[in-house]
């Protein structure tokens, strides 16, 4: 996007977004970086304004076409805004001068808000480092970055940055690709008021990995296995009768996979399958999971995925068909296809990597994810030695959430817990 005029078709993921978003079903993440003073929001925006032209994939707004949304450069203005309580709230191309993001700041944090449609959280935090070196620079502190860590201001943006990278390793073959079963749904009593519970546990990161590898498994396999523990003796205890497997969707970033660079989506998903069965044991769950991995997590099973997500895109009769009727057979569609193969969703972004000069001045970063498909979205994030791990709901229960942070306890970990208390609105 090197000028006003330009337009840009949304990426092979981010065209669904769009079709089914709505304020109960939101799909949209945030990237928080918490700092070791109080952010000065004139500065804060400063900054951002200083890397808006950096970063044009971001600073869009959505128009309507005849065949499909697209976007255009946005070049109202963007503020920067004191953060309210609704976390993840839905974005509409209608409102927020027509931006599909927020930069948001409260006490000693900033927080980036992304609807899923512009980006993925790979993206979103490319975004956030530059904003928050950029704001370090303007306060006045000596910032270096000899490893090219961060994006900054007064480079250019690549045109490797803003490609769909689902179209460009799309190679046409039709292969057999892993199709996820039906899964057991949480059940519970929803909030009064509209938003998303969240609780997060802060953890020692060194710990929390030693502590994966004496069960002979990464991090992730671990949260996981845990999470999907917690949900076993969620379920035992409200609704013995179910057929359905336990199931997580976890996003994988194709960026490791392919040579991609892209700003823009580029991940694809996985299932971690447990089978009901009494009795079930921890190891249980690990070994299930990590044969989840060796069988989906290969070159070959995610090209097959990718094929077939773009086939559907590329079939002539979607291509002809009226924007209104893409978003009704989208809607109906997504439902029938994808609604109901996740228990919960998890996504770790693993070690956020930064300058040296930055670490002084950052305590720990947060990533959440809200308003998705399943009721619990459960999100990692580590910095500085320290790992947080976040669970969001649209439930009053917290019975899962206790289960699965006292377990961490259980197993030697030391936990600091945190919540919004959305249940006492």
């Known amino acids: 996007m090197e000028n006003k005029d330009r337009w840009l078709k949304l990426d092979n993921a981010g065209k669904i977004f769009p079709y089914v978003s709505k304020k109960s079903f939101a799909n949209v993440f945030r990237v928080s970086f918490y700092l070791k003073e109080t952010i000065k929001p004139e500065i804060l925006q400063n900054?951002?304004?200083d890397l808006k032209y950096r970063f044009p994939?971001?600073?869009?707004?959505?128009?309507?076409?005849?065949?499909w949304y697209y976007y255009e450069l946005n070049e109202r203005k963007f503020e920067v805004k004191k953060e309210h309580?609704?976390?993840c709230s839905y974005k509409s191309k209608n409102k927020n001068n027509g931006y599909l993001l927020d930069i948001f700041y409260y006490q000693n944090r900033i927080s980036i808000e992304v609807f899923h449609a512009i980006s993925d959280a790979t993206g979103a935090l490319e975004l956030g480092k530059a904003v928050v070196y950029r704001y370090l620079e303007l306060i006045g502190y000596q910032m270096e970055d000899d490893l090219n860590e961060v994006i900054k201001v007064g480079s250019e943006p690549k045109i490797s940055e803003s490609v769909d990278?689902?179209?460009?390793?799309?190679?046409?073959?039709?292969?057999?690709?892993f199709k996820a079963p039906k899964a057991y749904i949480i059940k519970g009593t929803k909030f009064f008021a509209p938003g998303n519970g969240l609780i997060v546990g802060r953890v020692n990161s060194l710990e929390l990995k030693n502590l994966a590898k004496k069960y002979d498994c990464t991090v992730t396999q671990f949260i996981s296995a845990a999470m999907l523990r917690s949900i076993y003796l969620y379920m035992k205890r409200h609704q013995a009768k179910n057929d359905k497997p336990l199931s997580i969707v976890l996003p994988v970033n194709m960026r490791n996979y392919y040579n991609s660079e892209t700003l823009r989506n580029f991940a694809l998903y996985i299932y971690l399958i447990q089978q009901v069965k009494p009795n079930l044991e921890f190891n249980d769950f690990i070994e299930s999971i990590k044969s989840c991995y060796d069988e989906q997590l290969n070159i070959e099973s995610l090209q097959a995925t990718l094929n077939a997500n773009m086939q559907i895109e590329s079939s002539y009769a979607l291509k002809l068909c009226p924007l209104f009727l893409k978003i009704l057979a989208c809607k109906i569609g997504y439902n029938k296809i994808a609604g109901g193969l996740s228990t919960i969703s998890l996504s770790n972004i693993g070690i956020v990597k930064t300058p040296k000069s930055m670490e002084e001045y950052i305590d720990n970063v947060e990533f959440i994810a809200a308003g998705a498909s399943t009721t619990h979205s459960c999100c990692v994030a580590s910095f500085n030695n320290v790992t947080k791990i976040s669970v969001t709901r649209i439930f009053q229960?917290?019975?899962?959430?206790?289960?699965?942070?006292?377990?961490l306890s259980q197993l030697g970990l030391e936990v600091i817990v945190s919540s919004n208390l959305w249940e006492e609105n």
Request: charged share 35%; no cysteine; hydrophobic share 45%.
């Open 85 to 87: 309580a609704f976390l």
């Open 165 to 177: 990278s689902f179209f460009d390793n799309y190679n046409g073959e039709k292969l057999d690709r």
């Open 397 to 407: 229960e917290l019975d899962i959430e206790r289960e699965f942070f006292k377990f």
């Open 47 to 49: 900054a951002v304004d």
């Open 57 to 67: 994939t971001f600073f869009v707004k959505m128009r309507t076409g005849i065949f």
